[in-house]
């Protein structure tokens, strides 16, 4: 399996409150990503990184912010979280942008109240 | 907008059958599609790819048929195992990412 782990696992939070989930991968690969899955929208991009501190928006970037100072560690923040965002998130890298294998973390499962 | 669909959210068959999920695409300048399997609970898992220039790959009991002139992408899978039963998404390049469709469900009956 890829050397990709997600922190937190699982989260409920509430309304209003900052969050944070992490991305953490040993693979050196340039490219990582943050989806969200919800039913019936299937994954869909919020944003993805091309190298450090290279940064761009997905189709549901907004409510969402990125960071990414070092390789191997991509953040995703949510500033205020709301209901909408009640989701799963998937981060994904790769080694060849956007015409080779995504290789997926295992989700970090967030509810807000 | 450009998007990738599938035909069927769910799709039941019994062990030992060939299973065939469809999806189609809208966007002609995609050169790069892959399907993906997702087990309950778990990421997605990489099954097989294709390119734009190719009509046909095969992988171990997998199949991958590409349609360019309708713009169709279908999957097959040989002799289907109560282990194939999850969810398959079928995906094309977009820009520096990939765009997923919303998914298949395929249940294995014994």
């Known amino acids: 399996d890829a050397g990709i782990t997600q922190s937190p696992r699982h989260k409920v939070t509430e309304t209003g409150t900052p969050v944070t989930l992490r991305c953490h991968q040993t693979?050196?690969?340039?490219?990582m990503y943050w989806y969200r899955q919800d039913p019936g929208h299937g994954l869909r991009l919020i944003h993805y990184?091309?190298?450090?501190?290279?940064?761009d928006k997905g189709e549901v970037s907004d409510g969402y912010s990125v960071s990414r100072s070092k390789t191997e560690d991509f953040l995703l923040t949510l500033e205020s979280a709301t209901s909408s965002q009640t989701s799963v998130y998937f981060c994904?890298?790769?080694?060849?942008?956007?015409?080779?294998?995504?290789?997926f973390g295992e989700g970090s499962r967030l509810t807000v109240l | 907008g450009e998007s990738v669909g599938l035909h069927l959210p769910t799709l039941s068959v019994q062990e030992g059958d060939n299973s065939i999920i469809n999806c189609a695409y809208s966007?002609?300048?995609?050169?790069?599609f892959i399907w993906y399997k997702q087990e309950s609970g778990k990421g997605p898992q990489f099954i097989i790819d294709?390119?734009?220039?190719?009509d046909k790959r095969q992988g171990q009991r997998v199949t991958v048929l590409l349609n360019k002139t309708v713009k169709h992408l279908s999957l097959q899978i040989a002799a289907t195992q109560p282990g194939d039963s999850a969810v398959y998404f079928c995906?094309?390049?977009?820009?520096?990412?990939?765009?997923f469709g919303k998914g298949t469900s395929l249940l294995v009956t014994p």
């Open positions: 994904a890298i790769s080694g060849y942008s956007n015409t080779g294998e995504l290789f």
């Open positions: 693979e050196n690969h340039r490219y």
């Open positions: 990184s091309y190298g450090v501190k290279d940064t």
């Open positions: 966007n002609s300048a995609s050169d790069y």
């Open positions: 294709i390119r734009s220039n190719m």
């Open positions: 995906a094309e390049n977009s820009g520096y990412a990939l765009n």
